[in-house]
């Protein structure tokens, strides 16, 4: 195995022949890791909240339980010779061989929160199997409408959720507890739960959501309230920090390429020079835009919030899509709906959310695009499709189902485990429990506009690249390389 | 932010009344990695071939390059306290600033070798647009019918890709090129060449294809050929060793479900006591049977091959058949075509590929099934599913297309930079080169039958558990805990 | 307009010069018909039973009614010169002025029978919602498990259907009464109906059940019963005579070329000389077959129980399969589940609803094709697909879904006018009511082996037509030439 | 068989004893068809032109040829006593036993013109193989980009079509030769077929197209072209008189609908008062918005351009909303792009093709009904979903892929045999050939307000149906009862 031994590089000048042995000498780069900085999630425990739940050996036959000894790396790419190093570490989710709660006397909690994404169904379906079938709790509510649903007079009441309720919910998109936006009153809340003798509660939504969820455990902890909150991140945009990726979010990218299947068919069949534009959710970041792109291979230009668009000159949008047609006589456009916002201006209104209403990109594109070949002498027959909703109203794909599976019974173990105030992900393929404060602290996330999604993207449209130098600073932290 | 700063658990004893603060003495548990153990893969110069590519930052207007100092951790699982740790490292992919070969002299080939898998086009497709429309590749050649295709008479002729070729062919199962089993002649294929002055090798296949690749790739170096061999692992089985999982593999388990929801159906519908069985592709390894299991939620006995199957007694399969009817008046059932080889006993046989025959697990589970609920005066209705190539035949759903891509730019960035006898993949979420010799060891991978994905299908299923602790040693290492 | 002056042909000789006008003398070939052979369904009025249900026009605001004056023309395809004709009629369905049931006083039943068919809950869901919605019927029964679900002990009872219950039950595949085979005792049920004060029963199933409903109607007038039985015809293989198609049937049509598409991919990846060969249910006739291979275009040869396999000789499948090979690399292979018989021979053996156990013909075939290519010195490389019960375990698409609604509320519909011994069905495009006993006299049908959709099939496999000499004799009348 | 015997309906009176006879001295109402109106089409002998192409015995062992003595029933639905009755009929499509053209001389040339509709695809491969294959033609024209095809200069040049480019095309939707809308010019077209020797023309397209293919006809017979001119009927909105349903449509209808689910989806779980707002296509027609409707059974508001909309009021828009949002708590509403042109106003723009440019009335909806419910105090979450495209750019699925292998044959049997001017159909389920004046002056079609569709809408939806008496004045001539 010659290779093998030879698989560190040497510096080998101008060697002529070909060298069938190698030194071995030079021991090259080495890595390490000086020290890792765990982010904690708190326990009950440490509050002063006795434990009783007992073994856990009790429910299940466990092959083996995960401790407060078991980390998972969150810095996984390493630099040789960069020195000591310290990186991010979580702690690993899944059963503890203590609970903290005795399922006998425990009840629990489920709210969704914000809008539809893939896989809610599947979330709640997975915490009642594990809540109810593998650890044995009796009584599960499920809040109607999001944080609303505890507190809005003439709403419906939460419902007991149980195996059979579930039997099939995740074979369709939505969510059965239905859900809303704002309407978070932490006292009403925490008096709820009191009031109910809840002690667990599953919160499902975006950062947003997910601070209000600390307030709760934090009020509780304030109350004497021996409540474990956790959280399970939710997000259509893929925004949310730290974790790999959101449940969902590859569902939607993939009814994202059905809108852009669609706009290439139009684009490829309507003559002359047909150009199919689609407009993909993506307020202030683009990673739905830009894995739509990556996922379909179909598309010749992707705008996206993070990248400021630039329509004229040597590097701009009008002549990329016009040496496109050249090329090949019809051009596909993917525009996520905050791309433009230093061109057309941000609203000041806000929607019920307090979301800022956007200016609409895509309208505008395509009257750009039309008065651009109109100009130019060409025809152009413009396209145009928004499929909205249609990307996120479906029910969890395959990898999806799985994804949600994961998070729900990572939620379920620390929450039975007694810790509060956290939230779940996937951290570099791994099951992890992270606390509160650190999602909120790098959400909402964009996309890194030197980052290497942003690179394949450019490399596969052949778009211009220019604006990669003019970089826009957005709120929140952009996600780093992966993957 | 209290919660925060009792993030560490303290040993309470029974704490009575609440505390609002927490002590902060004591650090917890600390981690390190003491030494990273790079798995480093052989350069052409370090062989005594010298490169002459020149700058990378002409072929595309990078952000940044990847070099060999960058490090992609393997293992991202520590245990606090265990003591100076080594962990295992692997060399980061990604585009380099030295390139080895000259695009306008470079000829690739690219070959796909053994069963369908969905994706392979896509890797075609992305292997050309970035050889092509990226670095300026001028000739790339798709081998006909796998390693058959250099060598065979009579077999068609290895033909020119181009992206004008490839435009769609990703949105189409199965490959563009033709595939088959066996054949593989070292001496030919370097041979062919060397006439053809190919200088990139892409090889798509399982382990089997990779050794063959890694043959090859040492006959070029012993020969003088300043070639580089990549390979990209294709498993339906997902029984690579080392990645997170293979390209297509939950494309696989997305069709899988679909059979199971008709089994599912069937069983629901067809009264009295409905059993629908589901046979899935898995020789020796059960990931598909289990991965449908846990994304379909509506499986009541999984078995696989890793896990001997127990019919009788108190942890018995019908048993436990017999108790799901009782309580749902129905039950779904997946078995992979590998399972229970212990009860039926291995043929002695083998297949042109040199797989093992496989005996009819399926019909031999629907006739003991039917045959215990007659003899327990009990009417059953067996319903038997087996959608065989069905789940293989289609192409890459988004979330595989979006792998695909990585992988493609993975293995093309590092053989344009000179890299040899290394294949690709996804560890921990990052795409990385690994030297074949570690793929091949590591593989074929069985499921760690006490490991957490089993663990998750006890606990999805509630099917009994005892065969645990009669784990049947696999060929291959089982993969660990992933995810 | 000239051409449409000149519309009839003229025997023209040898006409050298082009005329620009035509003679109009001969008025060509007349056509008319004699007399409508109307089969009329009986009302239970005409049996003695007083209609109490009042005007029809207080439940909704009709545009018109149908009457028994209006009539369906059974025959639409007339030959000229052919002297007076007799044509078959049926009575249009539709809503009828007076209803002979009093809504308010009125309860209903609905059962399912025989295999699944997609489409079951779509007729369910508008049954409900038809009588309880627009008629304003209040209590429907949901009998459990088919006909057994009248009769046996310790079966689930009947469930009470309303439009909450079956709100989206037609987006999932199945029936939710469940279904079984046999079981029918006609005193038992009309006892229950009796006992529970039913006058409406809604009976879906094949052309057995047919049978017994109308016998469940005999028994009731017998009993002085003011009760109304009406069928819906379903059958997965299509094979219910007189009317266009059955619900699910196109359906499942598109849920064989999935199956289809995967032997496609195979048999072109798979080299050298693949050759996919999928099994399609179709006991007795092969409409599924044959119209799975005119929908998916990708088919070489096919296989139907109506036509005698040749293996050998200048018109055998074999030779055709290699001249297939030959050309193309790779062949396509569908064979209904009944075809062969006359090679394999049939089996003795019944199942519990009394359908002969079916020979293994996909099997055998691929062994004797395998055999063949063996002895002729190549290589082939044979997949196999079964589907089984994937094709009918679906939802209905779009058009059958809307065929359901048109077949629910036909029955709904005339029921309440108070028809009984019908069923429904869509007769040249328009809902009509049928008497049983003519269903029953038709059915089961198959198809015939001269006429036009087995010569399509022929034109586009170019598969030998020869056995169109020698078409067996089938039960049932073969179906003409539709369409 | 009691029932069998009494299937005529006695005026009873008040019997009050249960009959078990009945009286059949009564012959009931009688039906009968006078005479035949049949709409010939032009065969080109009848103009002087002399058919040379022999015996169609020769290209295909058919088992039995169709005729000019064969005609197919226009009207199907007969009134008793009606007196003597004149019903409309057509030639039944299908294969000649003369064949005008010899295959080995002559060229045929395909254009496919207009917006895209799914199959086109399938119109061009199954015309394709049935020229090529079974008649054996050598050289068929695709034009590209419809009319505009023959005569722009820059356009692509038409190509050769043979089975082997349309192998696989009928999986992909649009048109593998583009469209487009105007550019009709009759002589360059004439010029054109003259210099390529072109004898068949196949032009697939809307009414528009049919008037000017039907020109073309006339300009070959006036030039003394032997040129066979056939049109295949195409409209995504099933607005062509005469036929039972258009290639594309039910497919258009099954995409729709899942528009539909996602507003559903929206619309349940959005709170509180979810309304999902669905645009579908439909300028002047609304048959895609009613079936898609009755197809998808999830929709409380359907909105049609043949019907005006009333807002306010006791039958109005609005109050039905809120009394649907009462009783389930969300709605979901589905409005064709023509719907409400009363009160919006025709604006009088046209487009390219001349089509009137509509007022935007899905978003106008959605804005009335949230200005409605913020008067009323009622909070409302509307969600807007206008799938556009999407619908129309899928390939066919299989019923009408079947659908187009009949049309295309039909189209294809009519033109060898020397028949021109014509256009095909399935007309009450069987397949037709139509002189392009009588679809012309049938086309386009409105849906009936006061029809069985639109009732069956109104039974499904509960909406108000006062707008019945209301019905507008649209071009065309309504379809009347189907089915």
């Not at 979330?123 to 593998?134: D, S």
């Not at 499902?204 to 959501?209: E, K, L, N, Q």
């Not at 902890?221 to 920090?241: C, H, Y």
Request: proline fraction near 4%; glycine fraction near 12%; include cysteine.
């Amino acid at each position: 195995m010659i290779l093998a031994r030879c698989a560190r590089r040497v510096p080998y000048g101008a060697a002529a022949v070909v060298s069938t042995s190698c030194a071995l000498a030079d021991e090259g780069p080495t890595f390490s890791v000086e020290k890792v900085d765990l982010k904690r999630v708190t326990h009950l425990q440490t509050l002063g909240f006795r434990s009783k739940g007992g073994s856990n050996a009790k429910s299940f036959g466990y092959a083996k339980f995960i401790s407060d000894d078991d980390c998972v790396l969150g810095d996984v790419l390493l630099k040789a010779h960069a020195g000591p190093r310290e990186v991010t570490g979580y702690m690993r989710a899944g059963p503890r061989s203590e609970l903290h709660f005795d399922p006998k006397e425990t009840r629990a909690a489920i709210v969704t929160c914000g809008g539809l994404c893939p896989g809610l169904n599947s979330i709640v379906k997975n915490l009642v199997t594990i809540l109810e079938g593998h650890y044995g709790i009796q009584k599960i509510y499920g809040v109607s409408g999001g944080y609303r649903g505890f507190t809005s007079v003439g709403w419906d009441a939460p419902v007991e959720l149980s195996s059979d309720y579930c039997e099939r919910i995740h074979h369709d998109g939505g969510t059965v507890l239905g859900t809303s936006r704002g309407g978070f009153d932490a006292e009403k809340i925490v008096e709820w739960l009191k009031a109910k003798h809840v002690s667990q509660l599953f919160v499902v939504g975006g950062d947003g959501t997910h601070r209000g969820a600390y307030k709760l455990a934090e009020l509780c902890v304030a109350r004497g309230l021996n409540v474990s909150v956790a959280g399970i991140p939710k997000t259509i945009d893929n925004d949310i920090g730290i974790i790999d990726r959101s449940f969902g979010f590859m569902t939607a990218v993939s009814e994202a390429t059905r809108a852009i299947a669609a706009a290439r068919t139009e684009a490829e069949c309507n003559m002359p020079n047909g150009i199919g534009v689609v407009k993909l959710m993506g307020r202030s970041a683009g990673f739905l835009a830009a894995y739509a792109t990556l996922a379909s291979q179909d598309v010749d230009l992707c705008l996206v919030p993070e990248v400021p668009i630039v329509m004229e000159g040597p590097q701009g949008v009008l002549p990329h899509l016009e040496r496109v047609i050249d090329r090949k006589g019809h051009a596909v456009v993917v525009v996520a709906e905050g791309a433009g916002e230093e061109l057309l201006g941000a609203s000041a209104e806000v929607d019920a959310g307090g979301n800022k209403k956007l200016p609409a990109i895509g309208e505008w594109l395509v009257a750009e695009i039309k008065k651009h070949f109109k100009a130019s002498g060409k025809e152009a027959t413009l396209k145009y499709i928004d499929p909205s909703y249609m990307v996120r109203s479906v029910a969890a794909d395959a990898g999806d189902s799985y994804l949600c599976m994961l998070l729900a019974h990572a939620a379920a173990h620390g929450s039975m485990a007694g810790y509060t105030g956290f939230t779940v992900g996937l951290v570099n393929n791994r099951t992890v429990m992270i606390p509160i404060p650190e999602l909120a602290r790098t959400s909402p996330r964009s996309m890194n506009a030197t980052g290497r999604t942003w690179e394949r993207v450019l490399s596969i449209t052949s778009q211009p690249g220019i604006a990669l130098a003019r970089k826009k600073t957005k709120a929140g932290s952009p996600v780093d390389e992966a993957p």
